[in-house]
């Protein structure tokens, strides 16, 4: 039973240039959720897919935004990189037969802006 | 407003020391969950728990229990005899029902475990 992945592992960019994250679901899940971890900090929420629409967002700017997929992948879009947007991102998956259910999380993508 | 607070920033135990770590939330919601992760330094969060605020049965799996009250908004979590494969950073989180599917985490508690 795959898990949840995620691509690229690492990425190294510049300020003001676009980044885009890959996640897979893990098999038979059919929503993606998406954090942003700062170092030392607890995830934050960014937003939520489902069925191929966004359905709840964190603050965050508008230069992120995301996709999903109708196999249910998604992807995750940073514009105008910033030295701040430097962090860890990670997609978790659920099955939405209530958005209450566990969301299961991938390895992440850690993203350096320099 | 909903929040979780861990105030444990580090906690560092001998091994086969018993040990503790806190979790208090804050929630307006009659209807949420709550739920322990474990953070490797490999960076991938590992689901342990989740437990909804209608059962307030504490609940034990080898050596992890969790003891949930209502009443101090609190969800503990102690791991018996600890291990050195239990050093990591652990996070307790909350998902309300008019929160949507948005997790909210707490800082974390990063746990050491010293042969």
């Known amino acids: 039973d795959a898990g949840v992945t995620q691509s690229p592992t690492h990425l190294i960019k510049t300020r003001g240039q676009q980044v885009t994250l890959r996640c897979s679901p893990k098999s038979g899940h059919d929503t993606v959720s998406w954090y942003q971890q700062a170092l030392g900090q607890g995830p934050q929420f960014i937003f939520q897919y489902y069925e191929e629409e966004e359905r709840q967002r964190g603050n965050f700017p508008d230069r992120f935004s995301g996709h999903q997929f109708p196999n249910y992948s998604s992807e995750l879009n940073v514009n105008a990189l910033l030295l701040g947007d430097s962090a860890l991102y990670l997609c978790?998956?659920?099955?939405?037969?209530?958005?209450?259910?566990?969301?299961?999380f991938g390895p992440g993508t850690r993203l350096l802006v320099l | 407003a909903q929040k979780v607070t861990q105030a444990q920033t580090e906690i560092s135990v001998v091994e086969k020391e018993d040990v503790t770590l806190d979790c208090v939330y804050e929630t307006r919601d009659t209807t949420y969950y709550l739920f322990w992760y474990k953070q490797p330094p490999s960076g991938e969060l590992v689901f342990l728990i989740r437990?909804?605020?209608?059962?307030?049965q504490n609940e034990i799996s080898g050596r992890y229990s969790w003891n949930f009250q209502k009443s101090t908004s609190s969800f503990n979590f102690t791991i018996t005899a600890s291990q050195v494969v239990d050093s990591a950073v652990y996070f307790c989180?909350?998902?309300?029902?008019?929160?949507?599917?948005?997790?909210?985490f707490g800082q974390g508690t990063e746990l050491s475990v010293k042969p």
């Open positions: 989180a909350l998902i309300s029902y008019n929160q949507g599917g948005k997790l909210i």
């Open positions: 437990r909804n605020s209608f059962d307030e």
């Open positions: 978790a998956s659920s099955l939405r037969t209530s958005f209450l259910e566990t969301q299961y």
